[in-house]
């Protein structure tokens, strides 16, 4: 099979966290060099993978690109545990009213539509986070009722380093709309057929979201497991 432009991007920054978890364990100056050549080449196969996102580029621009890249993680590595390289963690929730709508905000940095998300906060469980994120984005109060899934933002395509994210199915119990003033846009509640033009993803995401506002019970889904892990699907 053939590797695309995502292909090379999983596998630039899986090299890159194994190198960066190493770093972080070793003390040894040989092994910190070998991995320090590791963080090397996945900056190149970054590079190649956003070259071919892109219209052409001249070589000087990748070549500054990928050192770009490889300064990053080496300024990411700690020490032992907290030096051991995982997937950043991002909370959704999607909350529902009791006329089958759904709440959206609006990116202000973007325009892009879509429910309530977050990076998870340390000192607060996963659901705490969806609770808080909710309030803040759009003053709305919400209950968690269910784990609708986890989602590999990476494998998805709307994240260019490895994430998760763990989607809520939360009920609205109080609040006013009112959007943060720093974050948000715009906030409001949409009905199936009434989500704005620029909203992010629905097609994946809209039937399971509205399954759960109209009170079907479902398993938490996740991504199946490639046949071939290291190649495309």
């Not at 099979?1 to 364990?25: C, K, N, Q, V």
């Not at 956003?50 to 070549?63: H, M, P, S």
């Not at 803040?136 to 209950?143: A, F, K, P, Q, R």
Request: glycine share 10%; with cysteine.
């Amino acid at each position: 099979m053939t590797a695309d432009a995502r292909d090379l991007a999983r596998w630039s920054e899986t090299l890159a966290a194994i190198a960066r978890t190493g770093m972080g364990f070793t003390e040894n100056l040989y092994e910190r060099e070998r991995y320090e050549e590791v963080l090397q080449v996945a900056g190149d196969i970054k590079g190649a993978a956003r070259e071919l996102q892109t219209a052409e580029r001249d070589d000087i621009a990748v070549q500054r690109e990928t050192d770009h890249f490889v300064q990053e993680w080496m300024e990411s590595i700690g020490e032992g545990v907290p030096g051991y390289v995982t997937p950043k963690i991002a909370i959704g929730a999607i909350v529902g009213n009791a006329d089958g709508e759904i709440l959206l905000v609006q990116r202000k940095d973007s325009g892009i539509w879509l429910y309530p998300t977050g990076w998870a906060d340390v000192g607060y469980s996963a659901a705490e986070v969806a609770v808080k994120e909710v309030s803040e984005e759009t003053g709305i109060e919400c209950e968690p009722q269910s784990l609708l899934g986890v989602v590999d933002g990476q494998r998805m395509g709307f994240s260019r380093f490895g994430m998760y994210m763990l989607l809520f199915h939360c009920t609205v119990v109080g609040g006013e709309l009112k959007p943060h003033p720093l974050e948000t846009q715009d906030v409001g509640w949409f009905g199936p057929t009434e989500l704005p033009e620029a909203t992010a993803g629905a097609q994946w995401w809209g039937p399971m979201a509205f399954a759960a506002i109209d009170g079907v019970q479902s398993a938490a889904t996740f991504d199946s497991v490639r046949t071939q892990i290291w190649r495309t699907d």
